[in-house]
């Protein structure tokens, strides 16, 4: 269990898959983050017994006060390299825009770099979604380049940003907020 200062990552159990059902089923989740078409329960079923089993991805259920709101988590962990992608979203539409990314990504962070050893941290948005954009640039991440139409859905393409955090950057980031 990793806590943050309004969140809690904990391990993905079965019970939490119903809600990831339900929100990517729901098109403003579903907008910026997740799969392109909503999962039924057996198909998360199989991507958590395959998530298992992975040791290039490490993911967690995200909670606020005993609520399961999201997810969040690794992928592509290279351990040669010390890298990973990193991800996020809130399912809870209502606690939108309350700056809980920023404290998941933060406590996300703080694991992959205190705990998971990693050196780099990256991750990729979509051009539009300036929310996200925002609250990573306020965590420390730097612009990498931009992958201009880059991924198709909901009947168009976009844009894919690249941004990513070092360690030394982190440690600095981590001792102004202190």
């Known amino acids: 269990m990793l806590q943050g200062q309004r969140v809690t990552l904990v391990p993905i159990e079965r019970e939490h898959l119903p809600n ?26 199989k991507w958590y017994e395959l998530m298992l089993e ?27 390299h010390q890298s990973a992608e990193a991800g996020l979203f809130i399912g809870e539409k209502s606690l939108w825009n309350m700056g809980l990314g920023q404290d998941i990504l933060t406590t996300l962070l ?30 420390g991440f730097e612009h990498e380049g931009r992958f201009r139409e880059a991924e198709w859905r909901h009947g168009r393409r976009h844009d894919l940003l690249f941004m990513s955090i070092l360690r030394h950057e982190w440690k600095r980031e981590s001792s102004r907020k202190e």
């Open 20 to 45: 990831y059902v339900r929100w990517f089923a729901d098109r403003e989740v579903l907008e910026y983050f997740g799969p392109y078409l909503p999962l039924n329960l057996a198909q998360e079923e």
């Open 54 to 80: 992975d040791e290039t991805t490490v993911a967690f259920a995200v909670e606020m006060e005993g609520q399961h709101i999201g997810g969040c988590g690794f992928t592509s962990i290279n351990h040669r």
């Open 110 to 139: 703080h694991y992959g770099f205190d705990y998971l050893n990693f050196h780099r941290i990256y991750l990729r948005v979509f051009a539009e979604n300036e929310r996200a954009i925002r609250a990573y640039e306020k965590v």
